[in-house]
């Protein structure tokens, strides 16, 4: 079937979130897409700064990144939400991380994900086709594995009752910290009350944040000989679109009826666990 989205639309910016300047984002080297959530607002006050940090993938991180986000972020946990194959192709900087518990938790099965790693080692015409094919309903595709697949359920639920156990910061990241890191953004900020535009906003606002990620992506393109094939549809796949987060909306009330039911019903965090998690990360104003 021929690709009908020949060329991807323009990258969609978020509205500005009130009291939350810059979407919480971290000045860091190495690391795109770093943003603290503290100070997003929530019904009943804001997010407590330092203790819940999204990314994208640390590989790249310098001695002084990983020196901010420890010293200056607190950062004591780090979840990586990434496929094995992911973390053999480009491993968290462990040796930049004493004294912080770093754990990979899957959010994906190794087979549900065209990775951009799997491009290094081949020109693989097969993947090819599978990653220009139809890169819209390809990553579509994906929140409703992470979320209702057998994989992402054990993650994200493993991942929101861990952080009722933090002490310092916890960092969740995949490879841009877009869609697997989206979602659990997405879930954590629901249960704090944070207002849905907000959360819709702080999704988009990967879209301010990615640009190192796609200079380095279309560079391998070009050195493995595949740039021809994908650039077409590179957006789809680099950006976050509001398409995207209605396909997790539709995943979870869709089969569940709202988010409440997906997190009690699947993921085994009930009322009780989210007022936790509200009293742990929440602070007046």
Not at 64 to 71: C, E, H, S, T, V
Not at 83 to 96: A, C, R
Not at 122 to 133: N, P, Y
Not at 169 to 180: E, M, P, S, V
């Amino acid at each position: 079937m021929p690709n009908s989205a020949v060329h991807a639309p323009a990258p969609e910016r978020p509205e500005p979130i009130e009291g939350f300047p810059k979407f919480g984002h971290m000045t860091l080297t190495g690391v795109d897409n770093a943003r603290d959530l503290g100070g997003m607002p929530t019904k009943d006050g804001r997010i407590k700064k330092r203790r819940l940090l999204r990314s994208g993938a640390l590989g790249e991180a310098t001695a002084a990144d990983m020196k901010q986000l420890i010293r200056m972020h607190d950062m004591e946990y780090v979840v990586d939400l990434r496929t094995p194959f992911e973390v053999e192709h480009d491993p968290d900087p462990l040796p930049l991380m004493a004294g912080v518990e770093y754990v990979n938790m899957p959010a994906l099965s190794q087979g549900a994900i065209v990775t951009m790693g799997r491009f290094s080692a081949a020109k693989d015409q097969k993947l090819l086709r599978e990653f220009t094919g139809h890169p819209f309903a390809t990553i579509q595709d994906l929140y409703p594995k992470a979320l209702l697949g057998e994989t992402g359920i054990e993650t994200y639920g493993r991942f929101l009752h861990d952080l009722l156990s933090a002490e310092g910061a916890t960092l969740w990241h995949c490879t841009q910290g877009k869609d697997r890191t989206g979602i659990a953004a997405i879930l954590v900020e629901h249960i704090l009350g944070v207002p849905e535009e907000a959360i819709l906003a702080d999704y988009l606002a990967t879209n301010l944040f990615i640009g190192g990620w796609m200079a380095r992506m279309q560079k391998l393109l070009r050195a493995t000989g595949l740039a021809k094939g994908v650039n077409a549809d590179f957006e789809a796949y680099a950006y976050a679109y509001k398409a995207y987060y209605d396909a997790a909306m539709r995943a979870m009330c869709g089969v569940f009826g709202s988010v409440d039911a997906y997190l009690e019903r699947e993921l085994k965090f009930g009322p009780a666990e989210q007022e936790a998690l509200r009293e742990r990360y929440l602070e007046a104003v």
